[in-house]
C-alpha cells in the first residue's frame, strides 16, 4: 500500500449520507460532507448520490461503502430502510425490494467512479475502525436502527442482521432502541433500554468486548453507561469513516 493511497469513505445512513477521503493513516485529506438520505431511493440513486459526492471531494484511489442491511460480498441480500416510500418507518415499496435483493452494489460503485470498490455493512465498517484485533469483539451502531457486526481475532465473521430480530412486545431491535424510540422516550428511558438489549446479547455472544457506536452512541446517559460494565467502549461515529481505510486491511479467511 503507497503512503499517498487515498480511500473515499462513504457511511450510508437512513437519515443521511456521509463521506470523506483519508490517507492510508487515516488523517482525512478534507472535511467530512454530508446530503440527507433521498427516498424513494432505489440502488441507481444511491450509486448516484455516492458518486454526487465523490465530485465534491478530493479525488481516490478507491472506495469503500458502509450501508445498512445484509451485505454479502459486496451484494445486497436485503437492507431495512431503502425499500421503503420516504424512509425509515414507512410503507415498504415491494418494487423496491425487488431492485435491492441481488442488487451487485460493490460492483455499480465501482462503474460509477471508476476506482475498486469495497461494500460492507456499516458496522462492519465502523468496526474496522475501533477493534483491537484480540479475542471476540462485538460493534453495535446506535442510529436509525441497530447495527451490528462480530470479529473473532481481528478477522470479520458472518453477518448476523439482529436489527431484525424480535426483541419484545413484538418490536424488532431496529424499533425497540432506533432514532424514532429515543425521540418518544427521551435519552434516560432509551438508554436503560440499550442496556437491556446489551445484557440480552451478553450471554448469547459472549465478547471479550463490545463497542457501541453510530450516532446516538454519544447519547447513552453516564448513570446508565456506568452499570454496563468494563467491557461495553463507547465510541466515536467517525469510526464508520475512519473505518473505510482499515476494512481494506481486514484479514480475510
Known amino acids: 500500500m503507497g503512503e499517498d493511497l487515498l480511500t473515499l469513505a462513504v457511511d450510508c445512513g437512513g437519515g443521511g449520507i456521509k463521506a470523506s477521503v483519508l490517507d492510508a493513516q487515516g488523517t482525512m485529506h478534507a472535511h467530512p460532507t454530508r446530503t440527507p438520505t433521498p427516498y424513494p431511493l432505489p440502488p441507481e440513486r444511491l450509486v448516484a448520490t455516492i458518486a454526487d459526492l465523490a465530485r465534491s471531494l478530493p479525488p481516490a484511489a478507491r472506495v469503500t461503502v458502509g450501508m445498512p442491511g445484509?451485505?454479502?460480498?459486496?451484494?445486497?441480500?436485503?437492507?431495512?430502510?431503502?425499500?421503503?416510500?420516504?424512509?425509515?418507518?414507512?410503507?415498504?415499496?415491494?418494487?423496491?425490494?425487488?431492485?435491492?435483493?441481488?442488487?451487485d452494489m460493490r460492483g455499480a460503485v465501482a462503474h460509477a467512479l471508476g476506482v475498486p470498490a469495497l461494500v460492507l455493512n456499516d458496522a462492519e465498517v465502523h468496526g474496522a475502525g475501533v477493534i483491537a484485533g484480540a479475542g471476540l469483539e462485538m460493534v453495535i451502531t446506535l442510529g436509525t436502527g441497530l447495527g451490528n457486526a462480530m470479529y473473532d481475532g481481528g478477522m470479520l465473521a458472518p453477518h448476523l442482521e439482529l436489527s431484525q430480530a424480535p426483541m419484545r412486545w413484538g418490536l424488532s431491535y431496529d424499533m425497540y432502541?432506533?432514532?424514532h424510540e429515543r425521540i418518544r422516550l427521551g435519552d434516560a428511558h432509551w438508554s436503560r433500554r440499550v442496556r437491556r438489549v446489551l445484557e440480552a446479547l451478553r450471554p448469547v455472544v459472549l465478547w471479550d468486548r463490545v463497542y457501541v457506536g453510530g450516532g446516538n452512541g454519544r447519547r447513552i446517559v453516564p448513570t446508565v453507561?456506568?452499570?454496563?460494565g468494563d467491557d461495553v467502549v463507547v465510541v466515536p461515529n467517525s469510526a464508520g469513516i475512519i473505518g473505510g481505510v482499515r476494512a481494506w486491511s481486514l484479514p480475510t479467511r
Open 70 to 103: 445484509m451485505i454479502r460480498h459486496g451484494v445486497v441480500v436485503a437492507t431495512p430502510h431503502y425499500v421503503t416510500r420516504a424512509g425509515p418507518r414507512t410503507t415498504v415499496v415491494p418494487e423496491l425490494l425487488e431492485a435491492w435483493a441481488g442488487f
Open 177 to 179: 432502541i432506533g432514532e
Open 225 to 228: 453507561l456506568e452499570k454496563m
